[in-house]
């Protein structure tokens, strides 16, 4: 199949038109025949309103609500509609997620505690949810695509853009301002993700058909980049960090997460043995893996746990997302065994690298401020070591930060080793690049140092990004 294949479900279309947004915005309720359904989503949210609170402000006030909805198995068994089946894999993952751990929820409320969830998802929830999973290909899972965010949200003025600002979400399970900033932010940064695939698809074209250059399409990845990683930075005002606590618990997914789940979930009625799923997770999302196989960071992973994670969540997509990266690494490795680095050795195309030095300082600027938010939106709040994704939250994100920064020094060395660029951007990136890697590098280094001390302070740990020159929030 060719790089330039039509990779789409109806829903999402992984392209230079759409990126990896859906093609059209998602359906903010559910048809009138799910309305039993629709109606305990509009009521489950912590806080509806200013003086009005929904099931989940209160100890087990979501069970009674969750057990009377109708099983509509028969009717999503009969559903065709793509925008229809992902409305109603949106509904069920939150209803299922709501209901599951609002014990957690509540625990965390009395003594900060995440507190044990319940492990039986009912039969009139797991039927019409594993069947809706099973027509989409995904886990019966609240994910990131289909439902907790580029599937959730809807324009609060139609006239304007997806900025985060003019987005809410269509369900929700605190209600607060700050879980709808923390999750639209994601829909924001991928308005450009258009432009990203773009220049993705139309490098490799160049190559394919002999261009000995592509700096000028390298240009264009690069500065989307950086567009991105400033709307990126957006989090700190989109979402206070504080009130993280006030949504994670119900994106906590199943597998690594046995403190919560024991030995899994029980779908009643549909599986005989219990189920662990990840949970939904920004590492979910598409740009960062797609920048990564297209610039060839993956040539630096690690052999080790860490990296299975990173692949396993390749699983966590859509099928055509998947079928996108797999053509897109199969496309990088026929253009060089060593993907896009090598190629622009071969050709001598020193511009080039220059760009894809400014790509690889914009992929680690992303992970870097990610992992920014991790040290103060988790490690600063809680103590639970595990992820939402099941992975474990102060080694995960340094183990790709490293590989980003061994691929950029080895990219500095085959720059050196050609020479310079005659076009001065270019060769500015490389210039800037030179000075700044060894404080990349101390960075992440100090960072490490103070966690493998098992009583390290998340404050001390985030100190290092200002007194290294890499504070996102600044």
């Not at 990896?20 to 989503?41: C, G, H, M, R, W």
């Not at 992975?391 to 085959?414: F, G, K, R, Y």
Request: hydrophobic letters at 40%.
């Amino acid at each position: 199949m060719s790089i330039l294949s039509n990779y789409t479900d109806g829903f999402f279309n992984v392209s230079a038109e759409h990126g990896f947004l859906p093609i059209k915005a998602p359906l903010v309720k559910l048809p009138s025949q799910y309305e039993d359904l629709q109606t305990v989503l509009d009521h489950m949210p912590v806080v509806l309103s200013e003086n009005e609170f929904g099931y989940l402000n209160t100890e087990d006030g979501i069970v009674a609500p969750t057990l009377a909805i109708k099983n509509h198995l028969s009717a999503v068994e009969k559903e065709e509609d793509i925008f229809v089946l992902q409305a109603l894999f949106r509904s069920y993952s939150f209803l299922a997620s709501a209901y599951l751990l609002e014990p957690s929820f509540q625990q965390y409320r009395k003594d900060g505690k995440y507190g044990k969830a319940r492990n039986v998802l009912p039969a009139n929830i797991a039927q019409p949810f594993c069947k809706v999973a099973d027509k989409l290909n995904v886990f019966a899972w609240l994910d990131y695509h289909y439902a907790y965010s580029l599937g959730n949200y809807q324009k609060l003025n139609e006239a304007g853009d997806l900025n985060w600002e003019n987005i809410t979400m269509c369900n929700r399970f605190s209600g607060q301002p700050d879980e709808v900033g923390f999750i639209m932010l994601h829909v924001d940064i991928n308005r450009f993700s258009a432009n990203l695939v773009g220049t993705v698809m139309q490098t490799i074209q160049a190559l394919n058909s002999g261009a000995q250059t592509v700096g000028d399409l390298l240009e264009k990845n690069w500065s989307t980049m950086k567009q991105m990683n400033e709307r990126r930075k957006e989090m700190w005002k989109a979402s206070r960090w504080q009130r993280y606590n006030d949504f994670r618990i119900f994106i906590m997914g199943v597998k690594g997460n046995t403190a919560l789940f024991g030995d899994g979930v029980v779908y009643e009625n549909v599986w005989e043995e219990p189920k662990a799923f990840r949970g939904q997770t920004g590492a979910q999302d598409d740009i960062i893996p797609m920048q990564d196989i297209f610039s060839g960071v993956i040539f630096y992973y690690p052999e080790n746990e860490l990296t299975k994670y990173l692949l396993d969540l390749r699983l966590y997509r859509p099928t055509c997302v998947q079928d996108f990266f797999k053509d897109l690494e199969n496309s990088m490795k026929t253009l060089h065994p060593k993907g896009l680095m090598g190629k622009l050795v071969e050709n001598k195309d020193v511009t080039g690298l220059c760009y894809l030095l400014g790509i690889l300082e914009e992929i680690y600027h992303f992970r870097n401020g990610h992992w920014q938010f991790v040290q103060k939106y988790i490690m600063a709040n809680t103590k639970y070591a595990m992820a939402t994704g099941g992975t474990p939250i102060t080694s995960w994100i340094p183990n790709q930060i490293l590989s980003v920064i061994h691929q950029m020094e080895d990219v500095v060395a085959a720059i050196t080793a050609i020479g310079a660029s005659d076009q001065e951007e270019a060769n500015s990136i490389f210039e800037k690049n030179i000075k700044l890697l060894p404080t990349k590098k101390g960075l992440i280094d100090g960072q490490l140092a103070l966690i493998h001390n098992n009583d390290f302070s998340a404050e001390a740990v985030f100190a290092l990004n200002q007194k290294f020159g890499y504070d996102d929030t600044k």
